[in-house]
């Protein structure tokens, strides 16, 4: 039971360069999330998904997209690269109930030149 | 929109008593919970009050006030494995925003 995994774990772009970030949880949670983290500030939510198939705007939604094509995976990914978008990636999954515990992937750090 | 205020540094020796206090202003509330996150490792769950009053997990325990939107998060016999920064963070509609969180140092 691996929980939330993220790949990748660390990853460089040069401004205007694309990727994916890919989130796969295997616990059959409902709900989805991507967040950045940045130094001396909490989470923001970027998109967030209610089920296999749905994507929500977070707070800070532009500049990404998302998609959730399987129920255990969810991609987040960035179409030209910008200085702005360097940060820590997280993404959660939770069960959906209010208040039930979200988890949290290991982290993608992302640097972009 | 969300916004929530929390202490950004906390120092304590070991074996004391801290209190992280958080005061929220939101539109739609459900419920404050608490996250731990660790130098360089994931954010993961504390705690989660829907109801004002006092929930206890161990040496840790939380506390909320809807009247006040206000909450706190109190941690006991501090050990050096405490040190970590703590976020409160709203629940609404299934999401959570979280505070800028409180960095949490134990000293020997």
């Known amino acids: 039971n691996a929980g939330v995994t993220q790949t990748p774990k660390f990853r460089v772009l040069k401004t205007g360069q694309s990727m994916t970030l890919l989130c796969a949880q295997d616990m059959n949670h409902e709900y989805m999330y991507w967040y950045r983290q940045d130094p001396g500030m909490g989470l923001r939510l970027i998109h967030y998904s209610v089920g296999e198939g749905t994507t929500a705007k977070g707070e800070v939604p532009d500049g990404y997209n998302v998609s959730r094509l399987k129920k255990q995976n969810f991609l987040l990914g960035l179409e030209s690269a910008a200085p702005s978008q360097t940060s820590v990636y997280f993404c959660a999954s939770s069960s959906g109930t209010k208040g039930s515990e979200q988890f949290f992937g290991p982290g993608t750090r992302l640097t972009v030149l | 929109g969300q916004s929530l205020e929390q202490p950004s540094e906390v120092t304590a020796v070991e074996g004391a008593i801290v209190q992280i206090n958080c005061t929220y202003q939101?539109?739609?509330?459900?419920?404050l919970s608490w996250y731990q996150q660790h130098d360089g490792g994931a954010p993961t769950f504390l705690s989660y009050?829907?109801?004002?009053g006092l929930e206890e997990t161990g040496r840790f325990s939380s506390f909320l006030s809807r009247s006040d939107s206000y909450g706190y998060l109190l941690l006991q016999e501090l050990q050096m494995k405490d040190s970590a920064s703590y976020f409160c963070a709203v629940m609404g509609d299934y999401k959570l925003s979280f505070g800028a969180g409180t960095t949490v140092t134990v000293r020997a």
């Open positions: 939101t539109s739609g509330f459900y419920g």
């Open positions: 009050n829907a109801l004002d």
